[in-house]
């Protein structure tokens, strides 16, 4: 039997395994299917398991532009080795030196196509975290101001607008965001109380 601590626990767990075992719980305790609970706990498992998928892609990725740059590197190469005079040998290295570089700029381009595809991630995540934070916090707080409860929700998710922030911390800034939360949404289906500030 799950207990309501085991809920807690799954919800605290960020993994896409934790969230099918979170899922079932909630669905074995009988949480309402227009629970909130539920189109956030979609968001996040599609959330971690598009991350997942893209690092992979990403690593594949970034693996076939160096095998890439390494077949490109050898047929430069072996130009230069059978190159017949001196002449013959700056045109081929030159020729083989263009081609290299534009083999590497365009392998390149693979992984920052992969970027872009992420940034994209980290914005549909960004979209959903703010409405869901927005809705746990009129829970919690109804008597805040519009104003005031746009500007914390603001100065929270500010971070992730950092420029200067890699595409793994601020992935670690969203999960940490959904499982936040997640714990909430949870406790407030299960009518365990939520401490606000």
Not at 108 to 127: K, M, N, S
Not at 172 to 179: E, G, M, P
Request: glycine share 6%; aromatic share 8%.
């Amino acid at each position: 039997m799950t207990t309501a601590d085991d809920l807690l626990l799954y919800a605290a767990e960020p993994t896409p395994e934790s969230l099918r075992q979170l899922q079932t719980a909630l669905l074995a305790v009988g949480i309402a299917e227009e629970d909130p609970v539920w189109s956030l706990l979609d968001s996040y498992y599609a959330f971690l398991t598009t991350l997942a998928a893209r690092a992979t892609s990403r690593e594949f990725s970034h693996f076939a532009s160096l095998l890439d740059m390494g077949a490109v590197g050898g047929v430069a190469l072996q130009n230069l080795l059978h190159a017949e005079d001196e002449g013959q040998w700056w045109n081929r290295l030159l020729v083989g030196g263009l081609s290299e570089g534009l083999m590497v700029l365009a392998a390149r381009q693979y992984v920052r196509a992969w970027e872009g595809e992420l940034d994209a991630v980290f914005a549909a995540a960004r979209w959903q975290l703010y409405r869901g934070l927005w809705r746990v916090s009129e829970a919690l707080r109804p008597g805040l101001p519009v104003e005031e409860r746009s500007r914390l929700l603001d100065e929270l998710l500010a971070p992730l607008d950092d420029a200067g922030l890699s595409a793994a911390q601020r992935a670690a800034l969203i999960t940490r965001l959904y499982q936040m939360l997640l714990l909430a949404r949870v406790r407030l289906a299960l009518g365990r109380p939520v401490s606000a500030p």
